[in-house]
């Protein structure tokens, strides 16, 4: 079994990301700006943010974090995305999600142009991701895609379930593990709530994706000998054996998925800093110009 070090290869990706950041600066004098917007105060969502500036600062990004208090309205919201569309300093804008009730996602997805949608979910973008034209890919999707490569795990004609089909991971996730790519061509089954007999496809798997956001749902005979098992869940658990008080645990049983993976990803330390990587990758390109001009 080999353990996919998702720190190691987002400690790697984003020196590639800073020396590019610096070559930009000495030719152009640009420095690739991101902005996020929080509304409210989600504690994971504060945590989530503050790892995307903090990931801006190591690779030599500018970023601003424009905090707003729950009670703004959805009009005044949409008002700011404006602005910052117009904005020529800033390069790429995500608003951390979920919003509070009174606050339409889907409003707030369409309002931000698509040319600075580096988290990929403005329609425009999945579109293009779906029809294989160049475009942000959405960040934990490109993220796995990642992994996948640089352990050079090959994907091509292997059976891969994808289990939960949200906009942010399942859905998109499943469109690229099937397109016609060297980290693609697989055989997928998309698989959700409704899903019957759900043990019976995954141990048919050669790659398993879990997103579904159920703490430890994937056990050990639901998989196959040697099947390649990606982990996308977050679950925070109170717990008196660790020194934050907190214990982190995943969608997958890892004690007893492991001994039967070719490769698995730890939770934390997986999939969770590919996610920012991949932030910052689209940050770089819309900097450069790279997907649209
Ligand atoms: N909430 C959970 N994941 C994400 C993400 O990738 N982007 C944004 N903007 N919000 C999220």
Redo the contacts with the bound molecule.
Sequence with gaps: MILIDGKKISAEVKQEIAAEVEQIKKENGKIPHLA?IIVGADG??QT?VAAKVKACEQVGFKSSEIKFDENITEEELLNEIKKINQNDDIDGL?????LPKHISEDKVIETITPEKDV?G?HPINVGKMVAGLPTYL???PAGIVELLKRYKIETSGKNCVVIGRSN??GTPMSVLMSRKAEYGDCTVTLCHSRTKNIEKITKEADIIIVALGWKEFLTGEMVKEGAVVIDVGIHRVKSDKTKSGWKLYGDVNFDEVAPKASYITPVPGGVGPM?IVS?MQNTLLSAKKAIYK
């Excluded at 995500?94 to 979920?98: E, F």
């Design positions: 996020a994971a969502s989530y995500i608003v951390q999600l979920p988290d979910f959405p960040a934990t942010i991971v996610t932030l």
